[in-house]
């Protein structure tokens, strides 16, 4: 498709189950950030990916999130032992390599823990 | 380390007045610096950016922004806003040669008719 793409767009899950949340970056784009946002909030950067570099996981909450992506494509976030705190939208965005180019947001996935 | 701080998390203002929406940040390198917009129930765009060059940047919907390295500012404004500016803005920073992208916590601007 033509822009950033992310499934499931809404999650509702029970406490302590894994979920896992995918992203579609746009073709040709080397970087790709994961953000959570929650409710009334800014957006927490999580992770983020370039190229084949190590990813930047500076921002990943606790040992229960993980990322991971396949050379340039598609990309998962795997939030284990979900907990209510969990509960935000994960947003997505991509970009080509350079720093000065425009971040591309998919729709978010809304992920509620219950 | 870089951060950007918006102070005002809520901005109320009457339709056709003008408004500003602050950005500091902190960083000890060049950046580029960006202003995103997320429109009820929509994701975020890009309103513009500064990269280099001159201070004033100009974006999308009338909207513009000023570089100021003295201050650590990238203060967003419109001189008339529409109802349909209502929206969440948020300021970001990235350093030069780096690529990660790092927000503020938005401002919700809302447009009274």
């Known amino acids: 498709g033509a822009g950033v793409s992310q499934s499931p767009s809404n999650k509702v899950t029970e406490k302590g189950k894994d979920v896992e949340l995918r992203c579609d970056p746009i073709s040709g784009h080397t970087a790709l950030y994961w953000y959570r946002q929650r409710l009334g909030q800014g957006l927490e950067f999580l992770i983020y990916f370039q190229g084949n570099s190590a990813p930047d996981k500076s921002g990943l909450p606790s040992d229960r999130f993980s990322a991971e992506r396949t050379g340039e494509s598609v990309s998962t976030l795997t939030i284990q032992r979900t907990q209510q705190e969990d509960s935000a939208v994960y947003l997505c965005?991509?970009?080509?390599?350079?720093?000065?180019?425009?971040?591309?947001f998919g729709q978010g996935t809304r992920l509620t823990v219950v | 380390a870089q951060s950007v701080t918006q102070l005002d998390s809520q901005v109320p203002v009457f339709e056709e007045a003008p408004v500003e929406l602050r950005c500091n940040y902190s960083?000890?390198?060049?950046?580029?610096l960006f202003w995103y917009v997320q429109y009820p129930n929509q994701g975020l765009q890009l309103l513009l950016k500064?990269?280099?060059?001159?201070?004033l940047v100009k974006g999308i919907n009338g909207f513009e922004a000023e570089f100021n390295k003295s201050q650590t500012s990238f203060h967003l404004r419109k001189p008339s806003v529409h109802i349909s500016d209502t929206a969440e803005y948020f300021c970001a920073v990235t350093q030069t040669g780096a690529n990660n992208l790092f927000f503020g916590t938005g401002t919700r601007l809302t447009v009274i008719p």
């Open positions: 960083s000890s390198v060049s950046v580029y």
């Open positions: 500064y990269l280099s060059g001159s201070t």
């Open positions: 965005a991509s970009s080509f390599s350079r720093g000065d180019t425009e971040a591309f």
